[in-house]
């Protein structure tokens, strides 16, 4: 009996040090981190309609422009080097690149944060700062404000969805392992084609829920390709080096470029999309689902 109850304090104990840890460890890592934006970002955009201003990093090509231009979101853990590095990687190819942070003033490499500022972080408030680098696109001589697109990564793929139902605009839309949508009339009302990248081992989202993905895109007669890469975890579109060291991710960066290129750099400037009230409620099952995939799970690998 006494053991027993030994061992019962001891797991209480450990409970208790794991309570009190975790908001300590968010509350440092805020306190800590504060500067850490600073080194990421080159640009403030005026906020539109009195919101705040939005920070973001903007890559632009060689050359005078009009360019097609990418608005490309971050992954759960807030704006960091892989981004910057993807954000100028896809700028020598031709094309303005903005990654704005989404999380306003914060990043970090600590999961419980992470999960902490996407948890905090309101979809509405997303996309008002979203429509702030829209406008402040539009106004760019060096922007062709025709051909604006929106790519992004993880909770940024997700994001670049909710924004291309937010703003009927968007020329096109890139998600890369992002929650979907698969009711085709809402899908119904995306303004231009959309590409779809995940990988199976991605236990955050089911090869099934993809699936689904697609036949609704399909019923929703939206110009779209969904794959599917063998073998591949979430997030497994890491980095520069890893995309130039060719693989999944080299291929999957290839087929973003083609994408890119057919529908937003050579695109008639047409849209098909309205305008629509879309507030998707928050799933808590995918960010946990997500959290373990950087865990411990398949998208574990990442370190930066």
Same mark, same amino acid.
């Given at each position: ?161 909710? #924004? ?120 808590? #099952? #995918?960010?946990?689902?997500?959290? #373990? ?12």
């Amino acid at each position: 009996m006494k053991t027993f109850k030994r061992i019962l304090l001891g797991l209480l104990a450990v409970l208790a040090i794991l309570i009190l840890f975790l908001p300590l460890s968010i509350f440092a890592d805020s306190l800590f981190g504060a500067s850490r934006l600073d080194a990421l970002v080159n640009t403030t955009v005026p906020g539109l309609n009195g919101g705040p201003d939005v920070r973001a990093y903007v890559a632009r090509p060689e050359g005078e422009g009009p360019f097609p231009t990418v608005i490309m979101i971050h992954e759960f853990f807030g704006l960091r080097e892989s981004i910057i590095g993807k954000a100028d990687l896809l700028a020598k190819e031709g094309y303005i690149v903005v990654a704005p942070d989404t999380f306003r003033g914060s990043t970090t490499s600590w999961i419980p944060r992470a999960i902490y500022l996407v948890s905090n972080t309101k979809p509405e408030d997303v996309n008002a700062d979203l429509d702030s680098i829209y406008a402040w696109l539009e106004t760019q001589s060096d922007v062709d404000a025709n051909r604006i697109a929106i790519a992004g990564f993880c909770y940024g793929g997700r994001t670049s969805l909710v #924004y291309s139902l937010h703003n009927n605009k968007l020329a096109a839309t890139v998600v890369f392992y992002g929650s979907p949508e698969t009711d085709p009339e809402v899908l119904k009302n995306l303004p231009g084609p959309l590409l779809g990248i995940f990988g199976d081992a991605d236990q955050s989202i089911p090869v099934e829920e993809v699936q689904a993905f697609d036949d609704a895109l399909t019923e929703a007669d939206i110009t779209h390709t969904v794959s599917i890469y063998a073998d591949q975890p979430h997030a497994f579109v890491e980095d520069v080096a890893g995309i130039q060291a060719g693989g999944a991710q080299g291929k999957a960066w290839t087929e973003m470029l083609e994408f890119l290129d057919e529908n937003l750099k050579n695109a008639p400037s047409s849209r098909n999309g309205k305008s629509i009230s879309y507030a998707a409620e928050f799933d808590w #099952y #995918y960010y946990a689902m997500l959290a #373990y995939e950087h865990a411990f799970g398949s998208a574990s690998h990442q370190h930066h």
